[in-house]
């Protein structure tokens, strides 16, 4: 199976500063999408990160604060901007190798905002 | 709009006892259901799918149409089976992919 990496594993960071995560696959994918988990939570769409255009934000994110770029199909990264102590989270990278495939997940960005 | 229920945040069992973890989903259309897994100190991974109607360590999940539930479940818990449960609902396509709150599961020894 594929391989996902995601990196930093982990992180503490200063209040107003800015973290970016990386995420690269050992196979061209199409889609690749950003969650947040927050602790004790589910997992929340950030957005969708397509090849070659802007990403697709979801309700409640937008783009000065997770700026995403995806320069090609195997790689993503996440920027969490002017982070705060409310950005404290697990941030994931997850991928599908397929139209009506299942997702993939990376290992996750543990974030801890002092 | 898409949601997934998962009336219990833990679920503490019995090794050798039966195994259902409940989920429920509300979705007009025909959904493809999901069941993820994650062990400590591991990524979340998929478990099962309904359209594969196969059984992955013992687990098997049917969906269901009428009570909208694809509930997961095995005959008899073993304690490498402690972890926490996602269920998952997918529209099809390349369409967002919503998670449930989760489900841990504690098998006791």
């Known amino acids: 199976s594929a391989v996902i990496s995601q990196k930093p594993s982990r992180d503490i960071c200063q209040r107003g500063t800015s973290l970016t995560i990386q995420c690269q696959v050992d196979?061209?994918?199409?889609?690749m999408f950003w969650y947040r988990q927050q602790p004790g939570q589910s997992l929340t769409l950030i957005a969708t990160?397509?090849?070659?255009?802007?990403?697709?934000?979801e309700s409640g994110f937008v783009i000065d604060k997770f700026p995403i770029s995806r320069p090609n199909l195997t790689f993503s990264t996440l920027t969490v901007s002017n982070m705060s102590p409310e950005d404290s989270s697990i941030y994931l990278c997850s991928v599908e190798f397929g139209i009506n495939q299942p997702q993939h997940f990376g290992d996750g960005t543990r974030l801890s905002i002092l | 709009a898409q949601r997934v229920t998962q009336p219990e945040k833990l679920l503490s069992v019995f090794k050798g006892a039966p195994v259902e973890l409940k989920c429920n989903y509300s979705y007009s259309g025909s959904p493809e259901l999901f069941w993820y897994v994650q062990y400590s100190r591991q990524r979340l991974q998929l478990l099962l799918r309904h359209i594969s109607r196969e059984s992955i360590k013992g687990f098997t999940a049917d969906l269901n149409k009428g009570e909208t539930s694809f509930h997961l479940k095995k005959p008899f818990a073993q304690e490498e089976d402690s972890a926490m449960y996602y269920c998952a609902l997918s529209p099809g396509g390349y369409q967002k992919v919503t998670f449930g709150t989760g489900t841990k599961l504690q098998v006791i020894p």
């Open positions: 990160a397509n090849q070659g255009s802007e990403a697709t934000y």
């Open positions: 196979s061209q994918v199409t889609m």
